[in-house]
């Protein structure tokens, strides 16, 4: 009971001295005077961001808010843990400032008399690497992001407030954006003004070695792919590479009609110190690849679908996005819960257009869905206990941190199960309209409408619902709620696509493919595990027989059956285990422990492969051609 009043009594006595003081809500109103963004990009050494923000502001309490909820990482992960330093001032006199003990994103200041802007100096101190975060500076290339390095007021929705950046950076450096370049003063360059929601939704590549290719040469609205390197040779596309995304631009167009930006930017690094990323923005995306992307094309198509996928973004989740997405600015909680459609038909979409375009072959394009197909046919025994629908609330849940057995917490399925709820629409679609009607025309009707407008157009399920109706009338709702929150099969789209899955002996080149990016070997849906080229499990299926037999991610195998561990000799052992009916015996690490495990599995390698049905035509085939 005593501890009870103490509790109380300091509760009361915070509430009284105003550290309580909640932060102002987001009014719609016009925020007096503009907000300035001036950073300091130059300490590529250290790594170093030196931001400097000029808020107007009036006599009286100010909270500051430093962005949390992030679009595109649609959780609330802001790395306020990089601001350090940090010194508000009014007429150059410093302020003091606290930080609000229950929302450690907003700081408080109390303006003085007279004063009519305050500033808040601050550094952003970037990754060094390692199990800090993304490398976003190397000596090569940096990626500014203006919601990292800035502080903007509460009590204004961010669309209402007018914002004016300036980036100084290393001497010589070019860079590319989608803000408009208003004057470049030596190396440092200073931004239109346009709102801080624009301002945070177009993040700059800079760096040494930069090209830029047009992807739509003569058009009023540009397309262009700006391209950073490590190296100067990594620059230089072929001319069948450039045909390749220009036709991306082509197909996109045609799928929706409407633009919705006044130009767009893809931002692509081409590095292997930059930290790697894909993320979408209105009138650009951050995007990275191997260095070889152009240099080595051949060898690293499986990343082919990337800018597909965040180009479609300009329409699918920065144009229309869900409502409960769409907040009034960057501090108030987002909802996730239409994330199946917003990043699902994303998937479904980059992976089609790097057919359409010619990024993809389509039997890269076959083999790479027979993957996506063989994770949700065997390879998520957690839907069992989850369902597709509740993996939308992952980004607050774990933010993308490692997870002790993935294919059973499950994490961000709605990604790849949600494109094969939408290739399910799409045999639906077909089926209902005599193969007159597809998810083409949702395309159009859903994201291809008011040309021109780059204002975020919000959408409910139910607005999803309709649409579908106007195309094919049919209980839509409840095809997609069984989809979303049952447990069933996701992968019916194939059938209807006249298309069946298998399992052969036999790796695919997608498979292949992934085992390089992996550095190891996949043995999933036989033996249950992922196996690196060091020994290391880094992945263990559920109910598995590696999993049955007492194998966890982070061990590492030794040996097998007596020889020292290779990926093909565990291969060999589980194709001899097939005919010979021994069992695999693998001397496994774990900690200081080592211990002998063996597996009495005898159905041989498996690997997914997509058959055709005979008898039903080939839409995938039709859902693959060039428009």
Known sequence: MKMRAT????????????????????QDVAWPGVLRIDVDARDIGRRIFKVKATIPAKPGPLTLLYPQWLPGAHSPSGPIDKLAGLVVTANGTPLHWTRDPYDVYAFKVDVPAGATEVVAE???????????GRVVMTPEMLNLQWN??????????TRNLQAQASVTLPKGWNYATALE???RDGDTVVFKPISYDHLVDSPLFAGRYYQQYDLDPGATVPVRLNVFADDAKSLVAKPEQLKAHRALVQQIHKLYGARHFDRYDFLLALTSKLGGIGLEHQRSSE?????????EWDKNWLGGDLLPHEFNHSWNGKYRRGADLTTPNFNVPMGDS???????????????LAARSGLWSEQQTRETLANVAATYDRGRPGLAWRALQDTTNDPTIAQRRALAFRNYQLSEDYYSGGQMVWLDVEGKLRALTGNKRSLDDFAKAFFGINDGDWNVNPYTFDDVVRTLNGIAPFDWAGFLRERLDGHGSLTGGLDAAGWKLVYTETPSEAVKAQETRASGINLTYSLGLSVANSG?????????PAFNAGLTPGMTVLAVNGRVYKGETLKEAVTTAKTDKAPITLLVRSFDRIDTVTLDYHGGLLYPSLERIAGKPDRLAELWKAR
């Open 7 to 26: 509790v109380l009594s300091v509760l009361l006595a915070l509430s009284a001295s105003g550290v309580q003081a909640q932060t102002p809500p987001p």
């Open 122 to 132: 601050f550094k952003f101190l970037s990754s060094q690497g390692g199990s800090q």
């Open 148 to 157: 990292a390095n800035s502080l903007y007021p509460a009590g204004v929705i």
């Open 181 to 183: 370049t208003e004057r």
């Open 287 to 295: 995007n990275s690849a191997e260095p070889g992307y152009f240099t």
């Open 338 to 352: 239409l994330l199946w459609l917003y990043e699902g038909q994303t998937q479904f979409w980059g992976q089609v």
């Open 536 to 544: 290391v499990l880094t992945d263990v299926l559920w109910d598995s």
